[in-house]
Nanobody, 114 residues
Framework: QVQLVESGGGLVQPGGSLRLSCAAS????????MRWYRRVPGKERELVAT???????NYGDFVKGRFTISRDNAKNTVYLQMNGLKPEDTAVYSC????????WGQGTQVTVSS
């Protein structure tokens, strides 16, 4: 059974930082494309960041150098380091694993507010 469990969300002030984690079980993350998405109620889901099975990284245009995706193969965990957070980054952030099938985590809420 595949499980993706996100953690690390919370309330942070504008300009602050958070590190999200996505702990995987039932798959080996370095054989999947691993992605972070976010969703705001009433809006389309946005792709935040991707790390490919080869370790290549891509980001949504809105990231503008503020976020970094990484993975620790030994821990089978993907991370999203988010710096310079803005109120418009407030969303539920979800982890996705994609290869021949798609797997999703339950999401973690990030709220950026003063």
């Amino acid at each position: 059974q595949v499980q993706l469990v996100e953690s690390g969300g919370g309330l942070v002030q504008p300009g602050g930082s958070l590190r999200l984690s996505c702990a995987a079980s039932g798959i080996t993350i370095d054989s999947y494309y691993m992605r972070w998405y976010r969703r705001v109620p009433g809006k389309e889901r946005e792709l935040v960041a991707t790390i490919t099975s080869r370790g290549n990284k891509n980001y949504g245009d809105f990231v503008k150098g503020r976020f970094t995706i990484s993975r620790d193969n030994a821990k089978n965990t993907v991370y999203l380091q988010m710096n310079g957070l803005k109120p418009e980054d407030t969303a539920v952030y979800s982890c996705n694993a994609n290869r021949d099938m798609n797997f999703w985590g339950q999401g973690t809420q990030v709220t950026v507010s003063s």
